[in-house]
């Protein structure tokens, strides 16, 4: 309430400098408007028959123009208060605005003055980068090149939009070399960051009970290091002018594939952030990438690349996959029912770290039914990394069930992941 107040006051005052466009104020009703209005009944009246009070109302018609006027002039002295947005969020309009506020307010350890300054310096910056103008507006600024380095993809298991920045996409040198390579370019992929991560924070749902903040997945596999200055400026002050106009934005910071340098630098820095900031972080090195985003994130929404299903194809983010653990040297038997003839099968399974056997086959019900292998057991290294996912497809005839075997042939626990699904086909 007390920070609401310390802008309900400054909004009224002007103070945000933000022009808000008026309505134009309605016409005077002059004297000759009046007479223009005049029945034509009235105007054959003869000039005798006006008599004192015909002459009375002229007089009350000047005296209501003075006042019109005099009121008017004092309502222009009296400027109209403000319309202030934030995030695409009008400040002090509806609950939305209470979130918004309330990031403020815990960014600055509830401290409503703090809080007030802190907004007022955003709305400035806002202003000043022309935020809620053409830099939303302008597809130019959004280079087409970065597509694959900055990108948003699912959701958590919380329902937070989930952000992966892919720093080994900057290992390229000519686009390393056009994004960097001068403070006139850095200037442009700042502009395109901040461009990309206003235009997610509109799509948040800000009203109460709603999901107001995103999941940010840093993969630093392949990253050009911490030699490579320039990246390291322009990252630099993308984070400084997120920490300071876009608060409480991150529910996570996740970093995965991390190098060794980057675990010494975390470890030397991390007493120096707060109980609160250190809570966000959350490191995993290559080995633990994809467990660690299982944490977080559901298979179904995570991209191949890092041990998910998540690709365009047969299934989609609704069709959800069943994650189970295949003990150490031991085998494991997944079997889908398949209660219609006539239809095709088709399935996706993943092991994280694969060094399985893998194998397919379908039972008929019936009794004299024969067995068909549809894929015979195969060795499946981990040579093609995360990204290998089986789909495959196969049309049934008659009911039976579909069954999958994978063979751990490690001595350590795996994740398998797999998900069915079926579809009516003409008989002909």
Request: with cysteine; proline share 4%; hydrophobic share 35%.
């Amino acid at each position: 309430m007390e920070l609401e107040q310390l802008i309900q006051e400054a909004l009224n005052n002007r103070e945000f400098g933000v022009s808000s466009a008026a309505a134009p104020p309605p016409p005077i009703k002059t004297v000759e408007a009046e007479k223009s209005s005049t029945t034509p009944a009235a105007a054959e009246e003869n000039d005798g028959a006006k008599t004192l009070e015909a002459i009375a109302e002229t007089i009350v018609a000047c005296a209501h123009t003075t006042t019109t006027t005099t009121t008017e002039e004092a309502a222009k002295k009296a400027p109209e208060a403000e319309e202030v947005s934030i995030w695409g969020v009008k400040l002090l309009e509806d609950e939305r605005s209470d979130v918004v506020l309330h990031k403020f307010l815990r960014a600055r350890d509830f401290k409503a003055k703090d809080a007030f300054d802190m907004i007022k310096n955003t709305v400035k910056w806002r202003k000043q980068f022309g935020i809620d103008g053409d830099l939303v507006e302008d597809d130019a600024a959004a280079g087409e090149q970065l597509g694959r380095a900055v990108f948003m993809h699912g959701h958590s298991k919380e329902g937070n939009p989930v952000c992966y920045n892919v720093y080994g996409e900057f290992q390229d040198k000519d686009l390393y070399r056009k994004m960097f390579s001068d403070e006139e370019k850095r200037s442009k992929f700042l502009k395109w960051r901040i461009q990309f991560l206003e235009k997610s924070a509109r799509k948040l749902d800000f009203r109460a009970g709603g999901v107001s903040t995103i999941i940010q997945v840093n993969d630093l596999k392949n990253s050009p290091g911490p030699n490579r200055w320039e990246l390291r400026q322009a990252t630099n002050q993308a984070l400084q002018l997120f920490q300071d106009n876009y608060p409480e934005f991150v529910a996570k910071q996740v970093f995965i594939n991390v190098p060794w340098w980057y675990l010494a630098l975390s470890k030397i820095i991390s007493p120096f952030m707060t109980q609160r900031t250190q809570s966000k972080f959350v490191v995993a090195r290559p080995s633990t990438t994809t467990e660690t985003l299982f944490k977080y994130i559901a298979a179904e929404q995570i991209p191949t690349q890092y041990g998910g299903l998540s690709k365009d194809g047969e299934f989609g983010a609704s069709d959800s996959v069943t994650e189970v653990t295949v003990k150490p040297s031991a085998k494991h038997i997944v079997e889908f029912p398949v209660t219609q003839g006539c239809c095709v099968v088709s399935w996706e399974a993943s092991v994280v770290g694969w060094e399985v056997r893998y194998g397919a086959e379908f039972v008929p019900s019936a009794e004299n039914g024969y067995t068909i292998i549809i894929q015979k057991m195969r060795k499946i290294n981990n040579n093609g990394g995360n990204d290998q996912v089986i789909r495959s497809n196969y049309r049934v005839g008659e009911p039976g069930k579909l069954i999958l075997t994978i063979d751990n042939l490690t001595s350590r626990k795996k994740k398998l992941l797999y998900r069915f699904k079926t579809k009516l086909v003409s008989s002909v």
